[in-house]
């Protein structure tokens, strides 16, 4: 009897050991997983240098070379159109007449001429209209209709105190408009207004381009990017790498599997880029998702990295 109590003791003993000893295990393994679901998986990528072309966007109309209103030399009434709008005329081409009789008094027909050559754009009045002279100014007057110089056509675009030191006689210039949205049209930078508005704080700055098929007409609303050099052999990250908070721009790099902030001040920028003073080196791993969950000091796992621009 003595025996078979020291037999369950002792079985008893082994297995308080035995299921001691699981729970030590389950415990320590549970352990094991909440640290790794602490670690935050993440994807990197490989600072490099590059460069980025810089440039200013602006809008503004396109305008005729020349555009020029014409008004009859007396007052009188519209007796002929001798054109129509979009016909091309000569300078001093007789392009209406005008009617000058007064109080049954009859003089010979006024002739009112073209002073450029150029085209049509737009004829104001019909036949039968009272017209007058621009006297003592334009404003007083009657104008008949506008010709335009189309062979060349300009795009006069507002430019602030902060970018016109940057512009430059002779710039090249590429313009978009909506009637051909998949065509680029070059120009350059040809005049550069040497005031500034008191009202707008701009400038008005004209890119000249050639307009051989007239496809850019006056009126035509366009979109203008004036090239400005490039920047050679700086260090770029995505953009959206960047962490903003309280006002200070942050991104976070792995090292040795852990998380590094660095503060930074960023530069230019283009198409998703952005340049990088001197924060950062080439070659580091940069986190580009996964940077709004860690924080320095952390242990990451980098489940993807790619080489960065080229």
């Known amino acids: 009897m003595k025996k078979l109590v020291i037999v369950l003791v002792v079985l008893i003993a082994v297995v308080l050991i035995v299921y001691r000893s699981k729970v030590v295990i389950e415990r320590a393994r549970l352990q094991e997983t909440k640290i790794e679901e602490r670690i935050t998986a993440v994807e990197v990528e490989l600072v490099r240098k590059g460069s980025v072309t810089l440039s200013l966007d602006f809008v503004g ?39 000058r009789d007064v109080n049954g008094v009859r003089f010979e027909p006024l002739e009112v001429t073209s002073p450029m050559d150029g085209i049509v754009g737009m004829v104001y009045l019909d036949q039968g209209a009272e017209v007058s002279p621009p006297s003592p100014g334009p404003s007083m007057g009657t104008a008949l209709m506008k010709v335009v110089e189309m062979d060349q056509v300009k795009v006069v675009v507002n430019v602030t105190e902060e970018d016109l030191g940057k512009m430059k006689s002779g710039q090249k210039a590429s313009v978009r408009v909506d009637t051909y949205p998949d065509k680029v049209f070059s120009g350059k930078v040809s005049l550069i207004s040497p005031m500034v508005s008191q009202r707008t704080r701009t400038a008005p700055v004209e890119i000249n381009l050639q307009n051989p098929k007239h496809l850019l007409k006056p009126g035509m609303f366009a979109e203008v990017k004036i090239d400005l050099g490039r920047k050679e052999d700086i260090l770029l990250i995505p953009a959206h790498a960047i962490v903003e908070e309280t006002g200070e721009k942050q991104v976070f790099l792995v090292s040795g599997g852990k998380v590094v902030s660095r503060s930074v001040e960023t530069g230019v920028s283009q198409d998703g880029w952005i340049e990088i003073q001197d924060e950062l080196a080439e070659g580091d791993s940069l986190i580009v998702t996964g940077q709004y969950l860690v924080r320095d000091g952390e242990s990451v796992k980098v489940v993807s990295r790619k080489g960065g621009r080229q």
């Open 61 to 99: 109309d396109v305008k005729g070379e020349e555009e020029v209103d014409i008004f009859p030399k007396a007052s009188g009434k519209l007796l002929d159109l001798k054109v129509k709008e979009g016909d091309r005329v000569k300078r001093d081409q007789v392009v209406a007449l005008v009617d």
